[in-house]
């Protein structure tokens, strides 16, 4: 097996560090670095990894927005979400966007190792939690809604979380009460969901709050 140039992309230092010394003294480990933000991912990307182990929940990006970066870059790198989400739309996403491999954290080192090695192998490898989501929405593959929130969609799923009225958010978004019920009707929207409470279930099912 290749040895392989490895980029760790996670925040939480427990994690981070603990995979980062196990991976150190695998065999198939030529070097490996890490990054807990996008300030720290942005000055290691270009050093084309050939594979990225990202969470997909950073403070300031998220692992759509990783996908993105190496695509615009036109780089080969293999990337396998290491989550502890399971939102059908997240997973679906990720598939999207051209993940290799997804693995949940709470099945533990085996599991992202054995994926790993998948990858490595030319395989995209995804457990079978994955692959029944993937089963399930097969005949409403294109009708799953993207996860690209703008700024604006950010701020008020940030205030509806924090059970603002749309007068209060409108007050701090600077934005008239008629503009922020169309911003968050857009939202709902967006995302097909029926209600505030199912667009804020949307938003942390997925990540996104």
């Given at each position: 097996?290749?040895?392989?140039?490895?980029?760790?992309?996670?925040?939480?230092?427990?994690?981070?560090?603990?995979?980062?010394?196990?991976?150190e003294?695998?065999?198939?480990?030529?070097?490996?670095?890490?990054?807990?933000?996008?300030?720290?991912?942005?000055?290691?990307?270009?050093?084309?990894?050939?594979?990225?182990?990202m969470?997909?929940?950073?403070?300031?990006?998220?692992?759509?927005?990783?996908?993105?970066?190496?695509?615009?870059?036109?780089?080969?790198?293999?990337?396998?979400?290491?989550?502890g989400?399971d939102?059908?739309?997240?997973?679906?996403?990720?598939?999207?966007?051209?993940?290799?491999?997804?693995?949940?954290?709470?099945?533990?080192?085996t599991?992202?190792?054995?994926?790993?090695?998948?990858?490595?192998?030319?395989?995209?490898?995804?457990?079978?939690?994955?692959?029944?989501?993937?089963?399930?929405?097969?005949?409403?593959?294109?009708?799953?809604?993207?996860?690209?929130?703008?700024?604006?969609?950010?701020?008020?799923?940030?205030?509806l979380?924090?059970?603002?009225?749309?007068?209060?958010?409108?007050?701090?978004?600077?934005?008239?009460?008629?503009?922020?019920?169309?911003?968050?009707?857009?939202?709902?929207?967006?995302?097909?969901?029926?209600?505030?409470?199912a667009?804020?279930?949307?938003?942390?099912?997925?990540?996104?709050?």
């Amino acid at each position: 097996m290749k040895q392989q140039r490895i980029l760790l992309v996670e925040d939480e230092a427990l994690i981070r560090e603990g995979l980062f010394s196990l991976l150190e003294s695998e065999p198939f480990v030529a070097e490996i670095e890490q990054a807990s933000n996008k300030k720290e991912f942005n000055a290691v990307i270009d050093k084309n990894f050939d594979l990225i182990l990202m969470d997909f929940k950073l403070p300031d990006i998220n692992g759509l927005e990783i996908m993105g970066m190496l695509k615009e870059r036109q780089m080969s790198s293999k990337v396998i979400a290491v989550t502890g989400l399971d939102g059908t739309e997240l997973l679906i996403n990720l598939l999207k966007a051209g993940v290799n491999g997804i693995v949940y954290k709470l099945d533990g080192y085996t599991e992202i190792r054995k994926t790993i090695e998948k990858v490595i192998d030319g395989e995209s490898y995804f457990p079978d939690k994955v692959l029944k989501v993937i089963e399930k929405n097969a005949s409403r593959w294109d009708e799953i809604p993207a996860m690209t929130l703008s700024f604006s969609d950010k701020e008020i799923l940030r205030a509806l979380c924090r059970g603002l009225t749309t007068k209060e958010m409108a007050g701090e978004l600077k934005m008239t009460e008629a503009t922020t019920e169309t911003y968050r009707n857009r939202l709902m929207k967006k995302v097909n969901a029926p209600n505030t409470a199912a667009l804020l279930a949307f938003a942390f099912r997925n990540g996104l709050l």
